[in-house]
């Protein structure tokens, strides 16, 4: 049983390359990818550790009317997922520059979510290490994960996620 889970969505862009690098990095045969396109909730029991990744389109059309993308028809179902004994954390796509105003704000919404649960969230990240005016994926002045920018600054990216890896591993078994 591969201990770590990612479930992420969508697939083929920005989002689907992070989770193959991390899935890389940690090891292959310890990291299962789950699209959250078919997923279900009972897809979440076998996994302790739990790893989400998400990126922000289409804020303005979302305003709690869930579009018909993947994460559209899954983020509504997480928070019925049992995560008694869970440690998940979240990483998010966004374009700081474009849209400054609404950075990462996914990652946020999917943070409530998680926190209607009992989920151990780990891996926040200090917002000092980003430019941007808004995001609703600050809570007690951090990042509630780790923001990547593919569009704005791709150059920043392996690195950004290899200190994360390193980070979550005070709390992740890899
Ligand atoms: C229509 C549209 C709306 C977007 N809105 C936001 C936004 O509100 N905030 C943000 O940080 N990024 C926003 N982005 C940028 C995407 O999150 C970014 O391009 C990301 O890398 C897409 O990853 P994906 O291809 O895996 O979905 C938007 C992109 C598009 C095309």
Redesign the pocket.
Known sequence: MKKTAIFFG?E??????VADMIRHLVGPDMVELIPVKNASVDDFLPYDQIIFGI??????TWDGKPAASDWGVFLPKVSLGDFKGKTVAIY?????I??AN?????MGLLARELMKTEARIVGQVPVDDYEFEE?AAVFDEKFIGLP????FEPELTPDRVKKWIVQLGKDFIF
């Open positions: 969508p083929k862009g920005a989002v689907n390359r990126s922000t389109v289409g804020k303005e998010g796509l966004g374009d700081h474009t849209y609404s950075f990462v704000d996914f995001s990547l920018d593919e569009d």
